[in-house]
C-alpha cells in the first residue's frame, strides 16, 4: 500500500469530482459536494491520496449514533488495491472512536462489487428502496451493520 488516508480538503474537491463523475451514472454537483465537505459536525469526508493525488474518497454522515455511508468511490485504474477497504478501515476506526456502534448505506441492486465490499464488513440486507436512483430507476438495497465493534468488521485488513 503507498497511499494515506486524510481528511478531505476543499483543494481535493476537483479531484473528487473527476472520479465521481466518471463513476457514478448520477453524479453530484461540485456545490453539493462542498456543501457536504463543509459541515464537519455531521459529515466526515477522507481521501486516499498516492503521488499528490486523490484516487479515491469516502463520505459519511453521523445521525445520532449512527453512521451513515453517503459515497465512496476509487479511480478506475486503482480499483482493487485495496483502496476502498483501507477507506472503510479508517472511517469505522474513527466511528468506534466516537462510540457509533450502528452504519447503513444504500447500494445500487445491480453494483454486485459494492456490495461484496459491504458484506466482508458485516452489512446485511435490510429492505428495497424502489426506483431509488433518479436516472436509472434502479432499485437500491438498504444495508445495516448493527455493529461495528464486532470481531471481524474491517476483514482480513483489520
Ligand atoms: C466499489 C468501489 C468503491 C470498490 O473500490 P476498490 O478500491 O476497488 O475496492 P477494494 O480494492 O478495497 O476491494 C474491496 C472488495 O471489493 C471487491 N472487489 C474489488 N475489486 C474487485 C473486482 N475486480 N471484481 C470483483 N470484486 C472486486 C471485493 O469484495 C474486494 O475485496 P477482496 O478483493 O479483498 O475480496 C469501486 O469499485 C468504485 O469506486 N466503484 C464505483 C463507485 C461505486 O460503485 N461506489 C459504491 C456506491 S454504494
Given amino acids: 500500500m503507498t497511499w494515506s488516508i486524510r481528511l478531505a480538503e476543499r483543494r481535493d474537491a476537483r479531484e473528487i469530482m473527476v472520479i465521481e463523475e466518471t463513476r457514478f451514472p448520477e453524479p453530484w454537483s461540485l456545490g453539493m459536494l462542498l456543501d457536504e465537505m463543509g459541515n464537519p459536525a455531521t459529515r466526515r469526508y477522507t481521501v486516499a491520496i498516492e503521488d499528490a493525488h486523490v484516487i479515491g474518497y469516502l463520505g459519511v454522515m453521523f445521525v445520532i449514533d449512527e453512521l451513515h455511508v453517503n ?60 426506483n431509488y436512483y433518479e436516472k436509472t430507476h434502479e432499485d437500491a438495497l438498504v444495508l445495516w451493520n448493527d455493529d461495528l465493534t464486532a470481531a471481524g468488521v474491517g476483514g482480513p485488513t483489520l
Avoid: C, M, W
Avoid at 81 to 92: I, N, P, Q, Y
Avoid at 93 to 110: N, P, Q, Y
Avoid at 122 to 128: A, D, L, N, Y
Fill in 71 to 130: 459515497t465512496i468511490g476509487v479511480r478506475h485504474a486503482d480499483e482493487g488495491r485495496g483502496v476502498a477497504r483501507s477507506l472503510l478501515d479508517e472511517a469505522f476506526a474513527d466511528a468506534r472512536a466516537r462510540g457509533i456502534r450502528r452504519a447503513t448505506l444504500e447500494v445500487a441492486a445491480s453494483n454486485t462489487r459494492a456490495q461484496r465490499l459491504y458484506f466482508r464488513y458485516g452489512f446485511k440486507p435490510v429492505g428495497v428502496r424502489k
